[in-house]
């Protein structure tokens, strides 16, 4: 049996001597300055954007992934992923997935499940992502993206999507834990 769980106490914690705002634009970027068990300080940058965002896994009644490659300036690239976004305060995950979906894709989806959640940059970021299966997806109208969204969807079998992650298409992590995720469901 696992304790990994349980052991998490026994981690030594650093202990957060100053905490300062470096940036404050899309989100807040603090400089904390930690003091670890042996007595060293180090600097710790930690950007904080929305408390959590969504990702969503959804297919069409034929089995296909509505799937998005979207420019990401960060790495100058499409990158293929789900759809997602970030949610708002106290907004119900499911609920979230049922508007990015339609915001980003134009699709809607008759059935929804909770996947899980994780924590997808801990080493940066303070957010967390639910992930949200969507079931028999249909096309409903035109996305309604925002003004710095480049996205295109695009419907792929799951043989597709295995080929392009195969091949080193670029690809967001987040897609990769996604179909993690709903394997394991």
Known sequence: MSTFA??????????????EVVFDAFGKMHCDLLRLADGTEYPYY????????????ATTADGEYVATQE???????????FPGGFLEDGEDPIEGAKRELLEETGY????????????????????ETHYVRAFDATLTGAPKLEPAEVI???????????????????VDASLLAALYLSELY
């Open 6 to 19: 349980t052991d998490q106490s026994k981690l030594p914690t650093p202990a957060v001597l100053n905490s």
């Open 46 to 57: 930690v950007m904080h954007t929305k408390a959590a965002g969504v990702l969503i896994i």
């Open 71 to 81: 420019y990401r300036h960060p790495v100058g690239q499409a990158l293929l992923s």
């Open 108 to 127: 809607c989806a008759a059935r929804w499940e909770l996947l899980g959640s994780a924590c997808p940059l801990p080493g940066l970021l303070s957010q």
């Open 152 to 170: 295109q969807t695009k419907l792929l079998k799951a043989q597709e999507l295995r080929k392009l992650i195969k091949a080193g298409s670029p």
